[in-house]
């Protein structure tokens, strides 16, 4: 890690202030101050401590807010259905045609995504952006339906590796007699399965969103599709939300010849990785690759039309949100993701685990030597509490993190792991460990001295080793976590 890592930060800040700056005119914006607030902590001797860390903490936020605030001044110049010689603008001043929101057509942003995912020589691309990940999957199920035709004497099956919990239950939903999915946990039943060819479609987490973070051995996959009868049609679908670009689609297509698959898809959240930490916006980025154009353009024509037609494309707000300069660039998403992958292997090597402590096992890619695949990353680590622990534990777990990050001055805190910019523990949410309760750690894209700080409070309480013993330490909270655990149950079902 740098040694000056706070340094770091607040000189990349400084520099996204530069770029959000080429859009908002500075007389107009809070940038002035903010700009005196981040040179006077430049040079601040609290720069590298946990105070000067939360400042930045402070700065990031501030930038976040002038971007929003400017992004909503210029979407809200127009009605959600504007008239018809009036041609709706971004930020950017690129146009934004549409007869009204649910029919927006994000042109340049999708052109954006061409730079950001170019197809490899002998393919073709299109991409094509949706409101959130879950978006993509929404309506690239029904798509396939109507590109396959299923009947009941011949389903369209998909088979597949992964674990992310809504995209399993959306799946599981639409399983009928003319659409069958099994995702397996084991990845040699997937290789059966693409080498016989008893799918159409395969799905992919390249690295699988369960508790073992199981990373996708890509040769193996290629061996077995090298296998595959050639009269099957295929779409194989990857998921790259985990991964970003380190997963090669560009290397994986070429490889894929001369069993070419009819399309590959590629999708991911664009609020996890793509924005720098900053949750400017939601969104979900599909990319549709094809050895034939007719195939690729039909594929993403199908898909913009159900869009459409179920309200899943970005609104005008979520456009300007993300109309940002850095919004699908290649080299400042990768910093983003590379430092978050680095802060997370760190911390995985250095939590104390074990059946004697509080955290019983964990599981991130690098603790397996998963070293072999560039793509064998995750922007979070797991843990698992001792057995026996329940939901009521977890609430205490969240009250006690957060009362023990305030007394000790961090910015590491209980919430969702969403833009990975700060430092999180998100409690529960895993259910494929039965038996037991979960938490995933995100370490975030800042490197500073929280980063430690939050592997010695873990290990802090794995030391305490039980509940009955934190129950004791902290009595004070005990009676609000047992509520709000009642609450989550009426409203969550114990989920």
Known sequence: MSETPCYDECRYLIRLADRLESLISAENSGLKDWRDRANALLHSQDLESLTGERTLDDLALQLRREWLHFANSVSSRYFRSPTSFQLPRLPSGSAAPTPYDRWMQPVSLEQRASGYHPAPEGWRADHVLFNTGMGVVTCLLPVLRTMFQPRTDSPLRMHGLGGYFEIMDLITANNDDLFQASIFRDQAQLRTSV?????????????????????????????????????????????????????????????????????????????KLDQEGLEFSNGGLMSVYSVNAGNMEDFSFRMRRFRSAMGLGLTMDQLAMLD????????????????????????????????????????????????????????????QLRKGSDKEDLQLLKHVFYNEAEKRGLTFMPGSSFGFRGHRCELGGIRD???YETIRVAMGARKGPNVDEAVKLLNDLGLMRDFGRIREMYPELVDV????????KKYFGGS
């Open 481 to 488: 976590a047992r509520k709000e655990a009642e609450q989550k």
């Open 433 to 435: 460990v039965p038996g």
């Open 195 to 271: 080498s016989s060819g008893e799918s159409q479609v395969i799905y992919v987490e390249p690295v699988s969103c369960r508790f073992d973070l199981d990373v996708f051995d890509l040769d193996a996959f290629l061996d077995a599709w090298k296998q595959r009868p050639q009269n099957i049609p295929g779409v194989i679908v990857f998921d790259t939300t985990l991964t970003a670009n380190r997963f090669p689609i560009a290397e994986v297509l070429q490889r894929l010849q001369p069993g070419k698959p009819w399309a590959v898809v590629q999708f991911s959240s664009v609020l």
């Open 324 to 383: 940002y300069p850095g919004f699908m660039d290649q080299a400042i998403i990768e910093r983003h993701a590379n430092a978050i992958f680095e802060n997370n292997a760190y911390l995985a090597k250095r939590v104390d685990t074990g059946e004697d402590l509080l955290f019983d096992s964990k599981s991130h890619p690098v603790l397996n030597g998963d070293t072999e695949y560039p793509w064998a990353v995750a922007p979070f680590v797991y843990f």
